[in-house]
């Protein structure tokens, strides 16, 4: 037995001396995978994605053996610039997203065109190149075997097709021992792909971007393809819902006013709570909050389409697309929205926004979902002050006022979006636009003249999350403007204001814990370069609360006036809004949150949380957020088939046009619509 053994180990150094390249690029490749993994999903020792890695890797090695041995090189080269990137890729992305890249993801790449400051301020970082070590590696071997006249040496022992089968049939031994270590759940996630913290955890990383790439091959053709399994989902689903007619004391409160929603480029609702030397951050929004109906557990749902997945889910009551984004690659479906509910009450419908109108396809999109008309950057605006990507918000706002007197004039009601922007990543210090300071002034004793002095500590001042807060007082001051204008032009006297901020700011974990550890979040003063709370994954996750008011002039100070904490999702806007102005969807996927108990709000991850509980979908952990309630796994397996029903039926109504085939009775046919350009 021992002998075998022995025989068995000098078989594999003898393989290995001869395979010296490929040896080299599999090692260095699972080195890199692992990090990425420790970086991110923190399963570094994980032995389940390592093995199905290998066999990936052991089945792109075996094609290598096609070629010379001179000629190997390049082929192993090529494999690990792509590797390589990939993880650099991932690494960034996971950092501001916490989740992994997507070959879908292409599709949007256009839409960084204006934002390349924005990607290499604030999310590229260093360690974001420790993943180049494998190319690196892989040119230094190849120069030492090359001076050794290795390549000359090895091309009389190898075989070509003999080496190819003996490493595909060691990569279908590791293919079967992962197997065996697979779980039930782990297939139906790989298959669906949404869950892709999971599908890395579990399957390692260039097994899941092999799938991404297989299941986004799959999206453009998959009309042809799973249509009966989605649309039958879609009807059960419908035709079992409660279809009660419900009504609450907010039923038809603003039936026939007009609507401005003011779309919030990324402010969270944690800004809502600051203040600065006593000196409110948002005092503005903090008095909407406090006349209007503020929704203080509010989650945006987006995924990689950002701010167009807002505006899709806020007027859809649909979830984004699991795979690409609404309005680049789905565009073009029967949506049911609230514009198009509103149109048959004769509102008319227009968005205005201070960028370009191709941005995100909304010239194109917007069309299919309702909107009459879109004003838009250099069409509609004059360009008279520049902050950050563009017309300033405040300049944005002033200038929009004038055309929706126009607009009021010659409608009898109407329904609109200003989004905002000034407030978007990188967050570049406002500078002259905004005197307010981020500074901590205190007072003390000066021990050389015994005199009372000012002291500033400039902690955040410089900072990212100084620069963001500073953004979002502009803001704040934007907005403040802005109802005040629409006063003074007799606007207000008609209209509901609804506003949301669109996601998150998107800063890492590292720029909160400066605001957390400094004397902002303490009764003492602290220095923020002591570590003194961390921010784990789920504080920070449940942090990304962003703000939702509903206000109007008649509401204020009234028995309508509340704080509704129940948590509630961007899903839920176009249900909540609806019943208030008196129409009624059929197809929305979110809640009238004045009409529902228990609220759940699923993220496109397949993350979940209610008032009790936030659930990391990809890890199998949560956090109890009512300790006073017992939680059992029943009510974990509730919700997480209720987020997996969710998810499917929204994915099944955005591919297959879903909502069309219900109303029609026929399948919609797979030749792309027109398109319409404002």
């Given at each position: 037995m021992f002998q075998k053994i022995k025989k068995a180990f000098k078989k594999i150094k003898e393989y290995i001396k001869t395979n010296i390249l490929m040896s080299t690029f599999i090692i260095s490749a699972i080195i890199n995978e692992a990090i990425l993994r420790g970086f991110t999903v923190q399963n570094l020792y994980n032995i389940k994605p390592l093995v199905a890695d290998l066999t990936v890797l052991l089945i792109i090695t075996a094609f290598g053996y096609f070629l010379k041995p001179k000629n190997q090189f390049k082929y192993f080269i090529s494999w690990s610039i792509l590797f390589t990137a990939l993880c650099i890729i991932n690494s960034i992305y996971y950092s501001n997203y916490l989740s992994f890249a997507s070959v879908s993801l292409i599709t949007t790449a256009s839409e960084l065109g204006g934002y390349t400051d924005a990607v290499f301020e604030n999310i590229f970082e260093i360690k974001d190149l420790i993943y180049l070590w494998q190319i690196f590696a892989l040119v230094f071997v190849h120069i030492q075997l090359k001076r050794k006249k290795y390549y000359d040496k090895v091309k009389e022992i190898e075989n070509g097709k003999v080496r190819f089968l003996n490493t595909v049939v060691v990569a279908l031994i590791s293919l079967g021992f992962f197997i065996s270590m697979l779980k039930p759940v782990d297939v139906g996630r790989l298959n669906k792909q949404w869950n892709r913290s999971y599908i890395v955890m579990e399957f390692g990383l260039y097994t899941y971007q092999f799938n991404d790439l297989f299941a986004s091959i799959k999206t453009t053709v998959n009309e042809m393809f799973g249509y009966d399994e989605a649309y039958k989902t879609f009807r059960e689903y419908y035709e079992s819902k409660e279809t009660t007619e419900s009504s609450n004391k907010y039923t038809n409160l603003f039936k026939g006013k007009n609507v401005l929603v003011i779309h919030g480029e990324s402010i969270q609702a944690f800004t809502m709570n600051l203040k600065f030397n006593d000196k409110e951050l948002t005092p503005n929004l903090n008095a909407l909050a406090k006349e209007g109906i503020n929704f203080s557990n509010f989650?945006?749902?987006?995924?990689?389409?950002?701010?167009?997945?807002?505006?899709?889910?806020?007027?859809?009551?649909?979830?984004?697309?699991?795979?690409?984004?609404?309005?680049?690659?789905?565009?073009?479906?029967?949506?049911?929205?609230i514009l198009k509910l509103l149109k048959e009450q004769g509102y008319y419908t227009f968005s205005m926004h201070a960028n370009i109108g191709n941005a995100w396809n909304r010239n194109i999109t917007y069309k299919y979902l309702g909107y009459?008309?879109?004003y838009y950057y250099t069409k509609d605006y004059e360009i008279d002050e520049t902050i950050g990507l563009g017309l300033s918000d405040k300049s944005f706002f002033r200038q929009s006022v004038?055309?929706?007197?126009?607009?009021?004039?010659?409608n009898k009601n109407w329904y609109g979006t200003l989004i905002m922007l000034t407030n978007h990543t990188p967050f570049s210090d406002i500078?002259?636009?905004?005197?307010?300071?981020?500074?901590?002034?205190?007072?003390?004793?000066?021990?050389?003249?015994?005199?009372?002095?000012?002291?500033?500590?400039?902690w955040l001042e410089g900072t990212k999350m100084g620069n963001y807060l500073k953004s979002v007082h502009y803001a704040d001051e934007a907005i403040g403007e802005l109802i005040s204008e629409l006063e003074e032009s007799g606007l207000l006297d008609n209209t509901v204001i609804v506003l949301y901020g669109d996601h998150d700011s998107k800063l890492k974990k590292s720029e909160f814990r400066k605001l957390i550890?400094?004397?902002?979040?303490?009764?003492?003063?602290?220095?923020?370069?002591?570590?003194?709370?961390?921010?784990?994954?789920?504080?920070?996750?449940?942090?990304?609360?962003?703000?939702?008011?509903?206000?109007?002039?008649?509401?204020?100070d009234s028995k309508y006036t509340t704080d509704v904490d129940e948590v509630m999702g961007m899903i839920d806007v176009m249900p909540t809004l609806s019943n208030m102005l008196g129409v009624k969807p059929k197809y929305a996927l979110g809640n009238d949150i004045f009409s529902i108990k228990d609220n759940v709000v699923v993220f496109p991850s397949g993350n979940w949380i209610t008032d009790k509980l936030y659930y990391n979908s990809s890890k199998g952990t949560f956090r109890q957020l009512d300790l006073d309630t017992s939680i059992d796994i029943d009510y974990i397996n509730h919700y997480n088939e209720y987020a997996d029903t969710l998810i499917s039926i929204s994915n099944g109504i955005i591919v297959y046009d879903l909502i069309k085939a219900y109303e029609t009775g026929e399948e919609p046919t797979k030749e792309e619509m027109p398109q319409v350009d404002y």
């Open positions: 989650y945006a749902q987006e995924s990689v389409g950002n701010s167009s997945d807002s505006e899709f889910t806020s007027l859809t009551s649909q979830l984004p697309s699991s795979s690409g984004t609404v309005f680049m690659n789905y565009f073009n479906r029967d949506y049911e929205t009459d008309d879109f004038e055309k929706i007197k126009d607009i009021n004039n010659n500078g002259e636009h905004s005197d307010y300071s981020v500074d901590y002034i205190t007072e003390d004793v000066n021990p050389d003249t015994g005199e009372i002095e000012e002291i500033t500590n400039k550890n400094s004397e902002y979040y303490e009764d003492v003063l602290i220095d923020p370069n002591d570590t003194v709370s961390e921010i784990d994954e789920f504080t920070y996750e449940i942090n990304r609360s962003v703000p939702f008011i509903i206000w109007s002039k008649d509401i204020k």
